[in-house]
Each structure stands twice: as C-alpha cells, then as structure tokens.
C-alpha cells in the first residue's frame, strides 16, 4: 500500500464505526469506489485504515453501500460485513433511509420553502441528467423538498430533503429552476472552486441499523472554506 494511501487513512474522518458498518464524512475530490481513472477510491483508503486501526492481517471485508458525486463532500456508509452489507443495500435501494443535503447556490429561490418534482433523462455519454418538467421517454421521476437556511450577500443556504435518489439530482433539478450549485461548472455554474469541490454536502442521514434494528442518524459538517463557513 503506498504512502498516499496511508496518509488519507490517517486523516480519514470516521464519524461512526461499529461491527457492521463505518460512516466517513467524505471530502470533495474523493470517489466513492474505484473507476477509469486509476485514482485511489476512499474504499480502499477505509480498508486501509480498518486493517491499521484492527491490526488485521490479510484481506478487509468492505462492502460500498451507495455513493456521492466526486466534488460532492459529506456522509458516506460502508458496511463491515457480508451480513449487513445485503441489508443496507436493500435499505437504501428501497429509499428507507432519510437523507438530508445541503447546497450552496447563485441565486435566491423565490419560494422560502418549495418541492421540485421532475422526470430526469440520464446520458451516459455526458455523464449528466437533464431534467423535464413532463414525463419523457426513458426518464425518471425525481422528487425533493427545499427550505432556504440562510441568504448571503451573493449567496444561499438551500436544506435538501431528497425524497427520491437519481443520478445527479439535486443537480439537475436546481440547475433546472436557475438555483446553479456554487462551483458546478456542469450544470451551468460561471466559474469552478479553486479545488474542484462544488458545494453540495450530505448533511444527515437517518436509518434503521440493519443488525442492531435501531434508529441511527449522523450529522457531517461541511468542508472548511470562507462560503460554508458564512453558512455555519
């Protein structure tokens, strides 16, 4: 394992762990599991620091439950187990699972608090969805709750409520009503960050533990840069 590897394990922010399953709140840039761009996913860097961590020899079981957006930062669940990982996928495929974003955006919404309902057409191509006000062929219905949080001088503090979990939505659907997320050059943002992030943040997510049958929820802070820093 190399050294960069060890290092992100060591910096890793571990916001629960127990037998079955671990939480990180996930930094922008990181990807969730392994593509074709050969860069280290944070899978393995959270097997990397669980075979530390448990002085464990061989192979760590780590099984990746959903995943965020590359620039998307926030909480990202993992199971520990080959019991629980079937029981949290069904969980989530199932959309059992509360979770709360918030996002970052250009301009005021006109509404305080509002839902979005759209039919969203993913290209594959692209790697982008596109989002239609009617039904169209090959689409999906995606759904969200919004309330404005907070206004900043050239800036607002969205709270997402994700009712539905399509590729891209919060997006798509914010780009879809001239509420462009800071940073996302994708979906119509002016300029990019600094870093590639753009702001969009898993906040919270609630569900029922898929051994312990109990009710968890866990709250991530965002990343620390002057934008959310107004937000806190």
């Given at each position: 394992?190399?050294?960069?590897?060890?290092?992100?394990?060591?910096?890793?922010?571990?916001?629960?762990?127990?037998?079955?399953?671990?939480?990180?709140?996930?930094?922008?840039?990181?990807?969730?599991?392994?593509?074709?761009?050969?860069?280290?996913?944070?899978?393995?860097?959270?097997?990397q620091y669980l075979k530390?961590?448990?002085?464990?020899?061989?192979?760590?079981?780590?099984?990746?439950?959903?995943?965020?957006?590359?620039?998307?930062?926030?909480?990202?669940?993992?199971?520990?187990?080959?019991?629980?990982?079937?029981?949290?996928?069904?969980?989530?495929?199932?959309?059992?699972?509360?979770?709360?974003?918030?996002?970052?955006?250009?301009?005021?919404?006109?509404?305080?608090?509002?839902?979005?309902?759209?039919?969203?057409?993913?290209?594959?191509?692209?790697?982008?969805?596109?989002?239609?006000?009617?039904?169209?062929?090959?689409?999906?219905?995606?759904?969200?709750?919004?309330?404005?949080?907070?206004?900043?001088?050239?800036?607002?503090?969205?709270?997402?409520?994700?009712?539905?979990?399509?590729?891209?939505?919060?997006?798509?659907?914010?780009?879809?009503?001239?509420?462009?997320?800071?940073?996302?050059?994708?979906?119509?943002?002016?300029?990019?960050?600094?870093?590639?992030?753009?702001?969009?943040?898993?906040?919270?997510?609630?569900?029922?533990?898929?051994?312990?049958?109990?009710?968890?929820?866990?709250?991530?802070?965002?990343?620390?840069?002057?934008?959310?820093?107004?937000?806190?």
């Open positions: 394992m190399d050294t960069k590897t060890l290092s992100n394990a060591h910096n890793l922010k571990v916001l629960y762990e127990d037998n079955h399953l671990i939480v990180i709140n996930k930094r922008p840039g990181d990807i969730v599991q392994g593509d074709k761009t050969g860069d280290i996913p944070l899978s393995e860097i959270v097997k530390t961590k448990h002085s464990k020899p061989g192979n760590v079981f780590l099984g990746v439950v959903h995943r965020l957006d590359r620039p998307t930062s926030g909480i990202v669940v993992f199971a520990k187990t080959s019991k629980a990982l079937p029981r949290l996928n069904k969980l989530f495929s199932e959309g059992r699972t509360k979770k709360t974003y918030w996002a970052v955006t250009k301009n005021v919404p006109e509404q305080r608090l509002g839902s979005l309902t759209h039919w969203l057409v993913r290209n594959q191509k692209q790697n982008k969805s596109y989002a239609y006000k009617k039904e169209v062929p090959n689409s999906k219905k995606a759904l969200l709750e919004y309330q404005v949080l907070k206004r900043l001088d050239n800036y607002s503090l969205l709270e997402i409520d994700l009712k539905t979990g399509r590729h891209h939505q919060i997006r798509a659907q914010l780009a879809a009503i001239d509420l462009t997320i800071k940073g996302d050059l994708k979906y119509g943002a002016d300029r990019s960050n600094k870093d590639g992030s753009i702001h969009l943040h898993s906040r919270s997510l609630s569900f029922v533990h898929p051994v312990k049958k109990e009710e968890i929820t866990f709250v991530a802070s965002p990343p620390s840069d002057p934008v959310w820093n107004a937000c806190l």
